[in-house]
């Protein structure tokens, strides 16, 4: 093997494997190891990730088992041995998998080591035990995800510390994404064990969002927008079984198979919802494509995205629209063409608009609005092919669809219009035509934007169907849609924090406060009194932990949020002042506060924030 690095070269000889990381050794490998299930007994399987193989059989009594699994390990010691490869006995464990009170108890040697008969086993990051009951796994994730628990506490207190927002998103990467690793596995165990999983997540949400320890755990997930744990692991669980029909039959056989023998199961409940939906027949598996960026005839502007920042919103309207005309003034309007993408009523489309021609079209369904701005590209590439070579200019407000092309990385998702948009692309260059993509910002009174905005909204109502493949995962907002829903039921259908849920109906992917540019602290308070679990007497009293619900200071009101806002005469100072500001602001004063949640006036709820830091409130 040589090494070059500009004039210095060395050389090595290498008697035995590959370099690390080489970019054969998954290949090679592969032949290398291609025979190894000539070497299994019976009705034997093999499951192989790499070096970690398992062996398995099944059947109703220890000596059917017995003789094909010895059989077989010794089969794979001579194979082994023939081709150079050790087995390691210390590293292999024997499990068997029964409901039996006393499972059988088999007697296995690899390499003349007898194999240690465990109640559990760890493969692939899950552990896996004897009774499938998932308790060991539930167990390892409780303990692997507190020291992260804890982090989340070092950085955050009640009244300071990281962002709310900033501390989910944390959550989401750091804990979440340890939960629901495997999850397709163990998302049938009994309540009792998710549930501790379940506080998890209610704990570091707690923590986020500085709530009351009493807080209902159904509030802390609509405050903070993120899905309850069992709706996620049937979503991931259904986007799994999507992925295995197109590349991995082997599951959904085996799962036939199961359902052959009637088996009703909560694990089951998952497929048989796969089988009754519209998501379990994707008609199109993109291959990867890659391409490569070095031709100077395709171009990606994002000047647009620098030069906007630190415009107030109220302000935008006015001067996007100037920043864009000066940019672009000199761009013949002939060669501009703007693409959008938009959703309406369950249905979805794209318009392109130029000064010449204009187009609309719907989208078969499943379609999501990225692959509806992919559409939009595509075929304003195809209008562009049609006219004489000359440098042309897209605008689209889709960063995403920018950024994806840009990237120029091997296509796998949502890319049938992603691969035929290159393939467009590199024909155009070769006929000498000049591609610039530009990122304009939506809704900010850009004429050729708005106008493509129209178009789209046309085009999902009552645009003719643009004809197209559609890949395996474009399914996946239908599990995720599906997920919402079922989560909207229970919110909806619930017990417990009807206050919060009269104030936010409705659930969404997003904390209550997204977009706000606000402190922690106000966070907190607005998040206490949506719930309606604060430090004033009407919850204490409730919880307990205050002898009657009467205001301490005047002694004679309901000491509720109202109360202390609206009516307390030791507060009559700071109200003065409260009234005062809503009168400057335009707001009416005395409107109970759950009304204002409702409405989420931030200028309201900022008055009545200021209202109770002023007369020494902490609720």
Not at 445 to 465: F, H, M, P, R, V
């Amino acid at each position: 093997m040589s090494f070059n690095l500009g004039q210095l070269t060395t050389s090595r000889i290498s008697y035995m494997g590959l370099p690390q990381g080489s970019c054969l050794s998954p290949l090679l490998y592969n032949f290398y190891v291609k025979d190894i299930d000539s070497c299994l007994e019976g009705q034997c399987t093999l499951r192989q990730l790499a070096d970690d193989a398992v062996v398995s059989l099944k059947g109703p009594h220890a000596e059917m088992l017995q003789r094909p699994l010895q059989n077989s390990l010794n089969n794979l010691s001579i194979w082994a041995r023939h081709l150079g490869i050790e087995f390691a006995p210390q590293k292999t464990q024997l499990v068997v998998f029964s409901r039996k009170r006393n499972p059988a108890q088999l007697k296995l040697n690899l390499l003349g080591i007898e194999i240690d008969q465990s109640l559990t086993s760890k493969y692939l990051g899950v552990w896996f035990d004897s009774k499938g009951t998932w308790g060991t796994q539930i167990k390892y994730l409780v303990q692997k995800c507190q020291q992260r628990n804890n982090f989340l506490r070092t950085i955050t207190g009640t009244w300071w510390g990281a962002h709310p927002e900033d501390l989910i998103k944390l959550y989401k990467t750091t804990i979440l994404s340890v939960i629901e690793y495997g999850s397709f596995c163990f998302h049938s165990a009994a309540n009792c064990h998710l549930i501790k999983l379940e506080r998890i997540q209610y704990r570091c949400l707690r923590i986020a969002l500085g709530c009351m320890h009493s807080t209902h755990n159904a509030s802390l997930e609509v405050l903070a927008g993120v899905k309850p744990l069992q709706n996620r692991f049937w979503e991931l669980s259904l986007r799994l079984l999507i992925e295995c029909g197109v590349s991995n039959t082997r599951v959904i056989e085996n799962f036939e198979e199961m359902l052959s023998l009637n088996t009703q199961s909560k694990f089951m409940r998952i497929y048989l919802f796969y089988m009754s939906s519209d998501i379990s027949l994707p008609t199109y598996n993109p291959p990867r494509v890659h391409f490569t960026n070095d031709s100077s005839s395709v171009k990606y502007d994002l000047f647009m995205k620098q030069a906007i920042q630190g415009i107030p919103d109220q302000l935008r309207c006015i001067s996007i629209p100037r920043i864009f005309n000066e940019k672009y003034q000199n761009v013949n309007s002939c060669k501009r063409f703007f693409t959008d993408g938009s959703r309406i009523n369950g249905s979805t489309g794209f318009g392109v608009f130029n000064e010449n021609s204009t187009a609309f079209r719907k989208l078969q369904e499943p379609c999501s609005v990225y692959v509806a701005e992919l559409a939009a590209i595509d075929f304003a590439l195809g209008m562009i092919s049609n006219m004489p070579a000359d440098h042309f200019f897209i605008f689209s407000d889709s960063l995403s669809s920018i950024e994806a092309l840009r990237s120029m990385k091997p296509v796998k998702h949502a890319s049938y219009f992603l691969t035929k948009i290159r393939e467009q692309m590199y024909a155009l260059v070769e006929r000498s035509y000049k591609i610039t993509f530009v990122w304009v910002p939506s809704h900010c009174s850009i004429y050729g934007n708005e106008k493509a905005d129209s178009l789209a909204k046309e085009g999902a109502q009552e645009g003719e169907i643009y004809d197209r493949r559609i890949s395996h995962d474009e399914f996946f907002h239908l599990v995720c849609q599906s997920s919402l829903q079922s989560w909207q039921h229970d919110w909806r259908d619930g017990q417990l924090g009807r206050w919060l849920h009269s104030i936010i109906p409705n659930v969404s992917l997003r904390a209550w406060h997204y977009g706000l540019d606000v402190g922690r602290d106000f966070i907190r308070v607005m998040s206490r009194l949506m719930s309606n679990h604060y430090s004033l007497g009407a919850h204490l009293h409730r919880i307990n932990l205050a002898l009657d619900n009467l205001c301490t200071k005047c002694g004679s009101g309901y000491d509720d949020i109202d109360h202390v806002v609206w009516q307390c005469p030791d507060n009559d100072a700071s109200r003065a002042l409260l009234l005062d500001t809503l009168e400057a602001r335009g707001r009416q004063p005395f409107v109970l506060v759950r009304d204002v949640l409702g409405t989420r006036d931030v200028t309201y709820m900022g008055c009545i924030f200021d209202f109770l830091r002023s007369a020494g409130m902490k609720v």
